[in-house]
């Protein structure tokens, strides 16, 4: 019997009279509903985060109800099957948590306003929860959905839900139950704190020559350079006199989720915020100079933003594309990127290679029309230059590696991780992300179906986004493990080569003219190939993960939170290694069904999580190889993991912080720790080094949220405890003598 | 360190009277489960000095799958420490902090991180925290699997009849 059923045959009329209609509500709202228009004629920027209480069920007891619905009582069983299965990550008022995003206000009726009840049924049993639980049934889901609509505003519906109600959500959401959900008042937008770099540091335009050899002082893009070394030149800082680096100044920051990257120019800390939030810092003083919010002022996370000419350009969450003054940050332009209405999204910023802005694009597993693109736009102006689609549709190059998907249903491909750019051969390399859902089954094709251009190395011609060449590095995906992240290009002798790392752990060698594949090497312990070609470098799944059924669960290492992860890894150039932030976990896989609907789709698989078997429970891995010999020179294993990218310096340090407050020099030579500090809560982001007038200082940020690489140790390295807040910018030096 | 679990044999929260004889019905005399836990020592101090032909493996016991739902119900920690001797594998260790008493124990065939069939059962304490002590003849096909690390241990309890620790064997290092 399903737990609705068991909780409805309990209820009493006073029980369910807990939730009473309020007075003034409307019954029925024909076409355009006062909600609808609030949401059609609000900027997007002046979006709310609702953190209120529940005030439906605060409302007065005096209040004469009318008889109850079904709806409601539906909502209410939901509740309950809310609190228990869901509130853990979404909080028990939908106001989110670092695990889950909030599922209230204008972020949900932006998502699910115009969208129906049916849809976010199937959206939701297809995906949640992460873990899976057999024991909720259809009913069950029915009902957490009418109490997600319910708690939403949705008050004028009589009849409970069904698995094909098909209303428009926002046409049955009155504006007094809307309303209570806007007690918050409106996020700011626009310049909060004015001011001029001018007066600080005179302000010199970036030009192209200078992002291709930057002045060691500076750390002018992610990852500094656009080989994507994550390495600085400066080398006052040594493994000699580390040990007496002091704490020059600490700035808090936005709270949400934050993975930042700052950009230092000339003295000046350009620091990404969460919710879109940029602000310009004074890198000697911490002063702050200016700040500005593009909007929408959410709590997500981004991760990076440009520097060229005299502007700071950034992508926003809600995927569009705005330039401010470097000066003053005043704004400049705006253009969007893709419809954030379906789903569209951005975690990662841009970066501008051959005068153009290179940017990715995320929240591409709906099935829809649109896919996933790099794109370039003018830096002077915002305007589209061209596209490349990473999801090939049927009549296109690679259009056949999708089965007999009609292109709709062609879907993930996400470049959600910023590429980097070799400007002699004038290519950009990015990864990609694997096909969505996540398992073979639940998209309705076969581990043949290799689904290009996902989960590939891709090197786009920055002219005219032509492709290149590309290499598929796990056709076929099958276990949420993606090959996304930084392209480091290397050259070593004539060979001009491109190293990636993706969630599987293999560090991948090729051939960055040709695309040739050179080879591999396992970094941590992997599971899910039984062979690995070391010619071709053509992997082959474990049989039982090549066969996955629906509802079947499948174990394999590494988990989701990814042998390696959005945290860069760094080539320390003087020693020819490549020192890579790894992560030791295991997951066990169940797909889900989904119905191949226009506007569903999603991911699609039930998750659970464990340690790695041979670690002795080391979740976090720093490992060294050698970009020649591909050998691991070293490794330092510990059971906090790591969450920020590494950052090797000349003095023959590399810097990484970890979900333990830790934050730590190695010496590159070794692996030694040779120096370490704890903040205020986990390091998470990326260090970065530069210098002012001869001073090298190292900054990093301290931050909380995140994805997978924060629930999987959150569940499995519980003992590791840190607040929930605290997201701040550490500047460090040595003191003066 | 984060490693949390007790020094292995009659860890600190385990009361001798949890001690596992294999004869757990008969409650033994206090002197009889004082004798077993110092033997156990004895043993433990003997496997340092085994032959040169005993093959010291060690399994971490750590939580089964879990999910930010059910880590409050899937808990502990705990070390399994085995001797091979010809065809014996000997199981010493102990496990602590289970959301409920254990229930039952085996040991599985699979290889790391792939669950399997069991290969050998044996009686454990029905407590939260305790010791593991275990005597298990190997075939052919078994010995091989402990060689190529596919022999993992598993603990049972109350509300967790699908199992709440495990831990593969490794050489130990």
């Known amino acids: 019997m399903s737990l609705l059923i068991k909780q409805l045959t309990g209820l009493t009329p006073l029980l369910l009279g807990q939730r009473p209609l309020l007075p003034g509500q409307k019954l029925l709202l024909l076409g355009k509903s006062p909600l609808r228009r609030l949401i059609t004629a609000t900027s997007l920027g002046v979006a709310l985060v609702s953190c209120a209480p529940d005030s439906q069920t605060s409302a007065t007891a005096s209040v004469e109800s009318p ?116 007690s918050a008042p409106p996020a700011p ?53 580390v040990s007496n680096l002091s704490l020059e100044w600490v700035w808090n920051m936005h709270e949400g989720d934050s993975e930042p990257s700052p950009l230092v120019y000339k003295g000046i800390i350009y620091l990404i915020n969460p919710g879109n939030v940029i602000q310009a810092l004074d890198g000697r003083s911490g002063e702050l100079i200016w700040e ?22 950034q992508a926003t969450t809600d995927a569009r594309l705005v330039a401010l003054d470097a000066r003053t940050g005043q704004q400049l332009w705006e253009t969007e990127v893709a419809d954030s209405s379906k789903g569209f999204s951005n975690s990662s910023g841009p970066i501008v ?61 996400e470049t959600w991780i910023t590429g980097s750019y070799d400007p002699e051969l004038k290519l950009t390399y990015w990864g990609t992300a694997q096909q969505k859902p996540w398992v073979p089954v639940s998209r309705h094709l076969t581990i043949h179906d290799e689904g290009l251009f996902t989960n590939s190395t891709v090197a786009v011609n920055t002219d005219d986004g032509s492709l290149d060449w590309h290499f598929q590095h796990v056709p076929a995906e099958a276990l949420d493990l993606d090959e996304v992240f930084e392209r480091v290009l290397i050259d070593r002798g004539d060979e001009k ?83 890579a932030p790894l992560s030791q976990t295991c997951l066990e896989n169940a797909a889900r069904e989904v119905a191949l609907v226009q506007g569903g789709g999603g991911l699609a698989a039930s998750r659970k999580f464990f340690e790695m078997p041979g670690t002795d429970g080391m979740l976090g891995k720093i490992g060294a190889y050698n970009v020649d010999t591909m050998e691991e020179v070293w490794s330092h294993e510990q059971r906090a993991s790591f969450h920020t990218g590494t950052l090797s310096t000349a003095g023959d340090l590399v810097f990484v912080g970890d979900l333990d407050r830790r934050f730590k020099a190695l010496d590159v030579r070794t692996g030694e720790v040779v120096w370490q500090t704890r903040l205020g809560t986990s390091v998470q982001g990326h260090p970065v080094s530069f210098a002012i007038d001869g001073k090298q200082y190292i900054a990093v940020t301290s931050a909380v949220g995140g994805t997978s690489p924060r629930t999987v140790p959150d569940v499995i390295a519980t003992e590791i405890t840190y607040p929930r807040w605290g997201n701040a910018l550490y500047v460090f030096s040595l003191p003066e003598d | 360190m984060t490693n949390r679990t007790h020094p292995p044999f009659c860890p600190k929260d385990s009361s ?21 836990c110092i033997g156990a020592l ?46 014996t594998l000997t199981l010493r260790g102990n496990f602590s902090g289970m959301s409920s008493a254990a229930t ?55 509300s967790n009849p699908a199992g709440e620790l495990r831990g593969w064997l490794f050489p130990k290092k």
């Open chain 1, 353 to 413: 290679a051959d005068g153009k802005v290179l940017l990715g694009l995320a929240g591409c597993a709906r099935y829809i029309k649109e896919d996933c693109y790099i794109s370039a736009h003018d830096a002077n102006t915002g305007e589209l230059l061209w596209r490349f689609n990473t999801i090939a549709k049927a009549d296109e190059p690679g259009g056949d590696t999708w089965g007999e998907l009609d292109d709709i249903f062609r879907a993930g491909g």
């Open chain 1, 189 to 241: 937008q626009g310049l909060t704190v004015t001011g001029n770099v001018d007066d600080f540091s005179p302000f010199v335009p970036v030009s192209d020559t200078m992002l291709e050899a930057p002045d060691a002082a500076d750390w002018p893009m992610i990852r500094r350079t656009y080989d994507a070394h994550s390495y600085s030149p400066l080398d006052q800082i040594t493994t000699d006199n």
């Open chain 1, 497 to 579: 080569l491109v190293f990636s790392l993706g969630k599987y752990g293999i560090l991948w060698k090729s051939d960055r003219v040709s695309g040739e594949f050179k080879g591999y090497k396992e970094t941590v312990f992997q599971n899910a190939f039984t062979d690995i070609d070391a010619k071709t470098g053509h992997v082959t799944y474990r049989e039982d993960i090549q066969n996955a059924k629906l509802n079947e669960w499948t174990s394999a290492c590494p988990s989701s939170a990814g042998g390696k992860d959005w945290h860069s890894m760094s080539y320390h150039e003087p020693s020819g290694v490549l020192i």
């Open chain 2, 104 to 158: 039952m124990a085996h040991v599985h065939f699979g290889p790391p991180a792939q669950p399997g069939p069991v290969v050998a059962a044996f009686e454990i304490a029905a407590q939260t925290s305790g010791a593991l002590n275990a005597s298990i003849e190997l075939n052919a096909e078994q010995l091989r699997a402990l060689a190529a690390n596919s022999l993992y241990v598993q603990i049972h309890s109350e």
């Open chain 1, 292 to 313: 500005h919010w593009a909007g929408p002022a959410n709590r997500q996370d981004m991760r990076n933003i440009a520097i060229y000419n005299d502007k700071i350009i």
């Open chain 2, 42 to 87: 004895v043993l433990s101090l003997s496997s340092l000095t085994a032959s040169a032909q005993d093959m010291q493996y060690r399994a971490r016991l750590s939580p089964m799958p879990t999910t930010p739902q059910t880590k409050s119900t899937i808990t502990g920690a705990g070390e399994a420490l085995a001797t091979l001797s010809g065809t």
């Open chain 1, 67 to 182: 008889a109850v619905s079904a709806f409601s009582a539906q909502a209410d069983a939901g509740a309950d099957l809310f609190s228990a299965q869901c509130a853990v990550c979404h909080g028990a008022n939908l106001e989110g948590t670092t695990l889950g995003p909030l599922l209230s206000g204008r972020p949900f009726m932006q998502r699910w306003g115009e969208r129906t009840p049916s849809l976010l049924f199937a959206n939701i049993k297809a995906n949640m929860p992460p873990g899976g639980n057999e024991s909720l049934e259809e009913a069950d889901y029915l009902a957490i959905t009418a109490h997600l609509l319910a708690s939403n505003g949705v008050d004028s519906v009589a009849a409970a839900l069904t698995a094909t109600t098909d209303f428009t959500i926002a046409d049955n959401a009155s504006e007094v139950a809307a309303g209570r959900q806007r």
């Open chain 2, 16 to 36: 001798l009277k949890h001690f596992p004889l294999k004869s757990s019905f008969v409650k033994p005399s206090l002197f009889i489960r004082a004798l077993a």
